[in-house]
């Protein structure tokens, strides 16, 4: 698995900015996709964005055109550049990186997740 540490967390007012960070352990151009995953109080973890090593990028449709991912290979990090927040993106974000093997095997690592708050 790759350890994964997120960072660029906290408090922000509604309408304002906030960029996530999320560094790997190695290379992640061997990691064939990377996405931010949030979870709110009492509710399940949802996808909020994902990148491949090849550059396709999904959005969850409550977050298009406001957030964008982004990768930086040479420092084995990815963004998350969040705009125009909303209330309602309020939860504790996790950076999440699948590898898949040639034999098939997969691998799912997780960072410790950072919390976004956002107010009113």
């Known amino acids: 698995q790759v350890q994964l540490a997120e960072s660029g967390g906290g408090l922000v007012q509604a309408g304002g900015s906030q960029r996530l960070s999320c560094a790997a352990s190695r290379n992640i151009f061997s990691i064939n996709t990377m996405a931010w995953y949030r979870q709110a109080p009492g509710k399940q973890r949802e996808l909020v964005a994902q990148?491949?090593?090849?550059?396709?990028?999904n959005y969850a449709d409550s977050v298009k055109g406001r957030f964008t991912i982004s990768r930086d290979n040479a420092k084995n990090t990815v963004h998350l550049q969040m705009n125009s927040l909303k209330p309602e993106d309020t939860a504790v974000y996790y950076c999440?990186?699948?590898?898949?093997?040639?034999?098939?095997?997969?691998?799912?690592?997780w960072g410790q997740g950072t919390q976004v708050t956002v107010s009113s």
């Open positions: 990148i491949t090593s090849g550059g396709i990028i």
């Open positions: 999440n990186a699948v590898r898949a093997l040639s034999d098939g095997t997969v691998y799912h690592s």
